[in-house]
């Protein structure tokens, strides 16, 4: 007897571990550093968040976390939008300052640098040999990749073909208009009949990070040339004032303040107003870029048609920019390492690559989004007529590259001097000088 007591308390004695190591196996299952793919089948849940700097598809990257979810249940996405007024910069960097970044970060191109010591290495992620060529190169730093290139964007004229056929009388040919004399005189022919020629949207950051940057890339085609360009204007070594292309393109703004719907208040209007009265035919163009559909759509009742018309710095047609469209991968999304597990970055790693590998994540990007991709995998044609003008001058070459390195601050200042000018408060020469002064204190 005392044998087989001794034996059956031995079993007890087991079970009893047995359960014990079973409760504390669960209670580690629902550990968040723990990694997707471990011994407890990644059925943890981990919570990640992304910060947003592209307002105008907020709904559908919400759309599209929800969908991310479906496929991966233990995985649950926040969508952090950046504040209206407030540059992607300085949300991440107050978030930062909190103790409380995001998990991801989508922020511009020249931003990257200023957080590659706080973000994660991406240089050996699966995306990175379908990334399409120079699509990493900007935030490449010492052979690292540092970003996710979410991407490619252009800007420029969008025209509402309706109102332009009208005002021809036919069908508008886009190869009509190369110079800021043909730009003239089909503003002059679109108030002729009857309607608006154009919206500019005052806000700071579409005149000093889009309109303004023309006369930058503008200077050559170039690239090497373009960035001597900007070396010299750091070193004080140009002359603004007595620049052709800077001249150029102002002239062609002069012509756009002239026939500004909002022309009596220019510093009036708002982001929304302008696919509003684009998308109802009340104007015939307008200065924005193609991430602008889905508001557009939202008010084009008639099924319109749409494209995208350089902003000439000329009247030479042949001269560079007259014919080419600014685009380029505008915004990134970086990895925190300083404040995320293991598992959540494995978590949003996992949501990189089913934008570019999933079927829903591709759907997302292209069809929902409208994003050009900046993937050479992704065959899904933009179904947006503005996606589709960019990527036919994309396919033809006729592409002057965006200037997406600018300083964070470029926007905001040298945006409110591009007001002043808008609204007549300063003449060129003040305008001049006061990009001059600013690109001579940049550090």
């Not at 968040?32 to 943890?44: H, Q, R, V, Y």
């Not at 508008?172 to 503003?187: G, H, I, N, R, Y």
């Not at 023309?214 to 090497?224: E, F």
Request: glycine content about 8%; charged content about 20%; some cysteine.
């Amino acid at each position: 007897m005392k044998k087989e007591q001794r034996w059956t308390g031995i079993w007890v004695l087991s079970l009893i571990m047995m359960l014990v190591l079973s409760a504390c196996g669960g209670k580690a299952g629902t550990d968040s550093n723990a990694s997707p793919g471990s011994n407890d089948g990644g059925s943890e849940n981990i919570k990640i968040t992304m910060l947003n700097s592209k307002s105008e598809i907020n709904n559908q990257l919400e759309q599209a976390a929800k969908d991310f979810q479906a496929e991966n249940p233990n995985i649950t996405l926040e969508i952090v939008p950046v504040g209206s007024g407030q540059s992607p910069f300085e949300k991440a960097s107050a978030l930062y300052a909190s103790g409380n970044p995001t998990t991801m970060m989508m922020l511009d191109t020249g931003d990257v640098e200023k957080f590659k010591d706080r973000v994660l290495d991406l240089t050996s992620e699966p995306w990175m040999k379908d990334a399409v060529e120079n699509s990493t190169t900007a935030t490449t730093f010492d052979g690292k990749n540092y970003a996710f290139p979410f991407s490619i964007e252009g800007y420029g004229f969008i025209y509402n073909q309706k109102v332009l056929d009208q005002a021809v009388g036919g069908t508008f040919d886009p190869k009509s208009v190369e110079t800021t004399a043909q730009l003239e005189d089909l503003f002059k022919k679109i108030a002729a009949a009857g309607k608006a020629p154009l919206i500019i949207s005052p806000m700071d950051w579409s005149l000093g990070a889009h309109y303004l940057p023309l006369a930058y890339g503008g200077q050559s085609a170039d690239r090497s040339q373009v960035d001597q360009f900007m070396n010299d204007l750091k070193a004080g070594k140009v002359d603004l004032a007595s620049n052709a292309v800077f001249n150029g393109l102002m002239d062609t703004f002069d012509v756009m303040k002239t026939y500004n719907i909002d022309k009596a208040s220019p510093l009036s209007g708002t982001y929304e107003r302008g696919p509003e009265v684009l998308g109802k035919g009340e104007v015939g163009i307008w200065f924005m870029g193609n991430w602008a559909w889905p508001q557009i759509s939202g008010f084009d009742t008639a099924d319109g048609k749409y494209g995208f018309l350089p902003v000439p710095v000329s009247n030479n047609a042949a001269d560079f920019g007259n014919s080419q469209i600014s685009a380029a991968v505008s915004k990134r999304i970086l990895l925190d390492k300083e404040k995320s597990t293991p598992a959540q970055q494995d978590a949003a790693k996992k949501f990189l690559d089913w934008i570019v590998y999933k079927e829903k994540g591709q759907d997302f990007l292209v069809k929902q989004a409208s994003i050009i991709p900046a993937f050479s995998n992704i065959k899904l044609e933009p179904a947006d007529p503005l996606g589709k003008s960019i990527s036919e001058y994309i396919k033809a070459g006729k592409i002057e590259e965006s200037m997406s390195t600018l300083p964070a601050d470029h926007w905001s200042k040298l945006g409110a001097s591009m007001q002043k000018y808008l609204a007549n408060v300063v003449d060129r020469a003040g305008l001049a000088s006061e990009i001059q002064a600013y690109w001579t204190n940049v550090k």
